[in-house]
């Protein structure tokens, strides 16, 4: 499987500001996914972020809270805009398989904490 | 949309028992997967596993789609085993996007 990278691991960041998550693959995949998971609770898929087109934001999220750039096959950005204490999450990129583009491997998530 | 619930919420087992935990999902699948969360937050694919039933080393699982269901099992359990375990699915017909919805997951405590 794909090795995924995620930067920042960690941050703690004032309200108001924002934050740039940074996902980089190993290897050239088609489709990568963007998921917060709040403390304590299961994950939620924010958007997929295809080369090449717009993301394609789930229900709850906008563009202009989480932009997302996917400028190649192995990277992405994702930013969490003005953030609030309820943005305090960990972020999880991930990516289709290598050998069955059905499964999904996640990064090692940015823990992200607002005050 | 579809619902994906876990059972049961929370398990505490004593090293060298076995467990399984169950997944239940409200319409029909064409993507299943369960995944490990481990106590620093990595998420490991652990199967896919739409149909039918697979084995890896002490875990093994099936899934009965017509019957909407899941089952991971762990046997000989290990602390290293300890985490969540989350089944995430994609709705049959939503055009093999890759979007998952994922339960709550089982939380799994494994003691020495």
């Known amino acids: 499987s794909a090795v995924i990278s995620q930067k920042p691991s960690r941050d703690i960041c004032q309200r108001g500001t924002s934050l740039t998550i940074q996902c980089q693959v190993d290897?050239?995949?088609?489709?990568m996914f963007w998921y917060r998971q709040q403390p304590g609770q299961s994950l939620t898929l924010i958007a997929t972020?295809?080369?090449?087109?717009?993301?394609?934001?789930e229900s709850g999220f906008v563009i202009d809270k989480f932009p997302i750039s996917r400028p190649n096959l192995t990277f992405s950005t994702l930013t969490v805009s003005n953030m609030s204490p309820e943005d305090s999450s960990i972020y999880l990129c991930?990516?289709?398989?290598?050998?069955?583009?059905?499964?999904?491997?996640f990064g090692p998530g940015t823990r992200l904490t607002v005050t | 949309g579809i619902q994906v619930e876990q059972s049961p919420p929370d398990l505490i087992l004593q090293e060298g028992a076995n467990s399984t935990l169950r997944c239940n999902f409200s319409?029909?699948?064409?993507?299943l997967q369960w995944f490990h969360q481990n106590p620093w937050g990595q998420l490991i694919n652990l199967f896919y596993?739409?149909?039918g039933t697979k084995q890896n080393g002490r875990l093994s699982a099936t899934t009965v789609a017509t019957e909407r269901y899941s089952l991971l099992y762990i046997s000989s359990s290990q602390t290293t085993d300890s985490g969540v375990y989350f089944c995430a699915v994609e709705r049959n017909g939503s055009g093999n996007t890759g979007k998952l919805i994922f339960g709550q997951g089982t939380t799994l405590q494994v003691k020495p």
């Open positions: 972020a295809n080369q090449g087109s717009e993301a394609t934001y």
């Open positions: 319409d029909s699948v064409n993507n």
């Open positions: 991930s990516v289709e398989g290598d050998r069955n583009r059905y499964e999904q491997y």
């Open positions: 290897s050239q995949v088609t489709m």
């Open positions: 596993i739409p149909s």
